[in-house]
Nanobody, 119 residues
Framework: QVQLVESGGGLVQPGGSLRLSCAASRSIFSIYAMGWYRQAPGKQRELVAA???????RYADSVKARFTISRDNAKNTVYLQMNSLKPEDTAVYYCNARIYTGLKLDDYWGQGTQVTVSS
């Protein structure tokens, strides 16, 4: 199991930047994958970016070249650097960890952090 705590959300103008952090309660070195999802009002939760234990990454098409996911194993923290933010990036952003328990892959979620892009 793991507890995840997000931080770094807030209000930013279009074109601005934010960095989200996700602090885990245990070592993330061997966690299968960690990622960031977002959910806007009236919409389904969607994957934004993910990073594997081998540091391979994947991104939603809508954020490629603007967002960067990274991990610091020494700090048990995953980051999401968001640049060139757009109003359509407004959402609650959730940190996710996917951990194997035996052969079963379980999902763990943080409480979410609000990102609002508006002038």
């Amino acid at each position: 199991q793991v507890q995840l705590v997000e931080s770094g959300g807030g209000l930013v103008q279009p074109g601005g930047s934010l960095r989200l952090s996700c602090a885990a309660s245990r070592s993330i070195f061997s966690i299968y994958a960690m990622g960031w999802y977002r959910q806007a009002p009236g919409k389904q939760r969607e994957l934004v970016a993910a990073i594997s234990s081998g540091d391979s990454t994947r991104y939603a098409d809508s954020v490629k070249a603007r967002f960067t996911i990274s991990r610091d194993n020494a700090k048990n923290t995953v980051y999401l650097q968001m640049n060139s933010l757009k109003p359509e990036d407004t959402a609650v952003y959730y940190c996710n960890a996917r951990i194997y328990t035996g052969l079963k892959l379980d999902d763990y979620w943080g409480q979410g952090t609000q990102v609002t892009v508006s002038s």
